[in-house]
């Protein structure tokens, strides 16, 4: 049980102890000594840029959230390591003439995902380098991902690169394939077709 009373596992999922790879389409070979991070967009008037060393003095935190990917596994207890979504986004607050509605993350690749802004700025989200302990391996995303623990795992955005602020929400790459825009484990909502329907369970 969640402390609000939701099941600790969302319905229709299963728990594994493993850590299974999702990626769509190749794994991008990205190192540190090139790596940039840029945000741009709305309520921006110029792009904000961190090289590797200065996104890790941004700030650390450590904390272990459970991981719901829409395939059906869960699971529990991932420790995470990083920089927390709430410090960098001071930073970026810092020159915001007026505040975006969503968030399009990118990545190397050409992956992307979208999250409402109040979904971004969920307090124990992060920018991950290590999982469990160790650094992110390529497959998982190395050298950094973002970590949404509230939503799908496709909201998970491995090898990210960017964040594209939006004054529209717009969707990214699964959300225009058929997920739900949302993606929310406990109302399962994994599909587009569901959304606005009188049943969100209806397969
Ligand atoms: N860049 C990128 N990020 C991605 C994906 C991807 O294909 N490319 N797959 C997503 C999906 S569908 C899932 S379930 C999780 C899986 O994370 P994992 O491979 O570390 O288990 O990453 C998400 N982030
Ligand atoms: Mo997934």
């Known amino acids: 049980m969640l402390p609000d009373g939701r099941p600790r596992l969302p319905p229709g999922q299963f728990l594994t102890e493993r850590f299974p790879v999702l990626t769509y389409g190749e ?3 990205v190192e540190t000594v090139d790596w940039e991070f840029r945000v741009w967009g709305h309520g921006l008037g110029k792009d904000l840029r ?4 200065e996104f890790l003095a941004v700030g650390r935190v450590e904390l272990k959230k459970d991981f719901h990917c829409v395939t059906t596994w869960s699971r529990y207890d991932n420790q995470w390591t990083g920089v927390p979504i709430s410090t960098l986004w001071k930073e970026i607050e810092k020159e915001l003439t007026t505040k975006p509605a969503a968030v399009l993350f990118h990545c190397h690749g050409g992956y992307s995902t979208n999250l409402k802004l109040e979904d971004v700025l969920v307090e124990e989200n992060l920018f991950a380098t290590h999982h469990d302990g160790k650094p992110l391996t390529k497959p998982h995303g190395g050298p950094m991902r973002f970590v949404c623990h509230h939503l799908y795992a496709w909201k998970s955005p491995k090898w990210i690169c960017g964040m594209e602020l939006l004054s529209e929400d717009r969707r990214g790459f699964w959300e225009r394939h ?3 825009n949302h993606a929310d484990p406990w109302d399962e ?6 959304e606005g329907a009188d049943d969100k369970k209806v397969k």
Do not use: C, I, L
């Open 27 to 29: 794994t991008p070979q």
């Open 189 to 194: 909502e994994r599909y587009s077709y569901q």
């Open 50 to 53: 961190w090289s590797w060393d």
């Open 178 to 180: 058929g997920y739900h």
